[in-house]
């Protein structure tokens, strides 16, 4: 069974638990380390010669096309995760559909290939915007995966399906799903994706998950941020506890998980489990402009 293998390319100071501490308009003034922390992640990957989508925010692909540009050409899979890094369900259609449409300009004109994935800032596809799934469609998104079936105070759809799937609108068109990995619990689910998940898990219990999963005949969709490899980022001044937990635990132990997830279980980019697992017919060349 292929997994697939996702990482949301955004900077530490641009995580929505700090917006009321670092405005968008302040973003210019920190310093930034992704760069640095895609190479980490990369630098991992090759270890195992494994591919993987990387959701890029437009603002740092504005910023940084050398790093979006050696992504594709070695390979990895090129995604929307918008430009702003704003909650879905807190725009407009109007104002959401803009950010899509900008981000995809962007990653298409630094990258040479066709973005066909999205996944929004913060899971912030909820019941309540649904609506961004017919602007996905109109803009010839192929998959989404920005739907994490679990209860939060942030996000959630905890009674949406915990599989790939293809959701079917009322204007006819349709996209395929790709939601965050859960395990059924009891009655309700447990998020086992990747993030702060991981860094809080002990590795045998995501090795047991993404198995799990696998024995179901499932892919697990794992997620993390370059950040997530950075115990030595910045930290944010006056935050809440909550917050700063949430943030800063257990950085220092990804990236020794990162290494014995891609040894011990098979990954690879959203694109191409939708090719092995035949959710559509493939035509000439994934990712190849037309």
């Given at each position: 069974?292929l997994n697939?293998?996702?990482?949301?390319?955004?900077?530490?100071?641009?995580?929505?638990?700090?917006?009321?501490?670092?405005?968008?308009?302040?973003?210019?003034?920190?310093?930034?380390?992704?760069?640095?922390?895609?190479?980490?992640?990369?630098d991992?990957?090759?270890e195992?010669?494994v591919k993987a989508?990387?959701f890029?925010?437009?603002?740092?692909a504005?910023?940084?096309p050398?790093?979006?540009?050696?992504?594709?050409?070695?390979?990895h899979?090129?995604?929307?995760?918008?430009?702003?890094?704003?909650?879905v369900?807190k725009?407009?259609?109007e104002v959401?559909?803009?950010?899509?449409?900008?981000?995809?300009?962007?990653?298409?004109?630094i990258?040479g290939?066709k973005?066909i994935g999205?996944?929004?800032?913060?899971?912030?596809i909820i019941?309540?915007?649904?609506w961004?799934f017919?602007?996905?469609?109109?803009?010839?998104?192929?998959y989404?995966?920005?739907i994490f079936p679990?209860?939060?105070?942030?996000?959630?759809?905890?009674?949406?399906?915990?599989?790939?799937?293809?959701i079917n609108?009322?204007?006819?068109?349709?996209?395929m799903?790709?939601?965050?990995s859960?395990l059924?619990?009891w009655?309700g689910?447990?998020?086992?994706?990747?993030?702060g998940?991981?860094?809080?898990?002990?590795?045998w219990v995501l090795?047991?998950?993404v198995?799990s999963?696998n024995?179901?005949?499932?892919?697990?969709i794992i997620?993390?941020h370059?950040?997530?490899l950075?115990?030595?980022?910045?930290k944010i001044?006056n935050?809440?506890?909550k917050?700063?937990i949430r943030?800063?635990?257990?950085?220092h132990?990804?990236?020794?998980?990162?290494?014995?997830?891609?040894?011990?279980?098979?990954?690879?980019?959203i694109?191409e489990?939708?090719?092995?697992?035949?959710?559509?017919q493939?035509?000439?060349?994934?990712?190849?402009l037309?």
């Amino acid at each position: 069974m292929l997994n697939t293998l996702t990482f949301d390319v955004e900077d530490y100071f641009q995580v929505e638990a700090f917006k009321d501490y670092v405005s968008f308009n302040e973003w210019p003034n920190y310093p930034s380390r992704v760069v640095e922390n895609t190479r980490r992640i990369t630098d991992i990957l090759d270890e195992r010669g494994v591919k993987a989508t990387f959701f890029i925010l437009g603002w740092v692909a504005e910023r940084f096309p050398d790093m979006v540009k050696r992504l594709a050409d070695n390979g990895h899979e090129i995604a929307s995760h918008g430009y702003a890094h704003d909650m879905v369900y807190k725009q407009t259609p109007e104002v959401f559909e803009r950010d899509l449409v900008k981000s995809i300009e962007i990653l298409e004109t630094i990258s040479g290939t066709k973005v066909i994935g999205y996944r929004a800032p913060t899971y912030s596809i909820i019941e309540d915007s649904f609506w961004a799934f017919d602007i996905l469609i109109r803009h010839n998104l192929r998959y989404d995966s920005s739907i994490f079936p679990i209860i939060h105070d942030r996000y959630g759809v905890p009674n949406g399906q915990r599989f790939p799937h293809r959701i079917n609108r009322k204007s006819g068109g349709s996209i395929m799903e790709f939601p965050l990995s859960t395990l059924r619990v009891w009655k309700g689910n447990f998020p086992v994706a990747g993030g702060g998940y991981l860094r809080l898990l002990p590795y045998w219990v995501l090795k047991a998950s993404v198995r799990s999963l696998n024995r179901q005949q499932q892919p697990a969709i794992i997620y993390l941020h370059p950040w997530e490899l950075d115990p030595d980022q910045p930290k944010i001044p006056n935050i809440p506890t909550k917050t700063r937990i949430r943030h800063y635990l257990n950085l220092h132990t990804t990236a020794n998980k990162l290494r014995k997830l891609i040894r011990d279980c098979a990954f690879g980019p959203i694109c191409e489990v939708l090719k092995v697992c035949g959710y559509y017919q493939q035509s000439p060349k994934q990712g190849e402009l037309q």
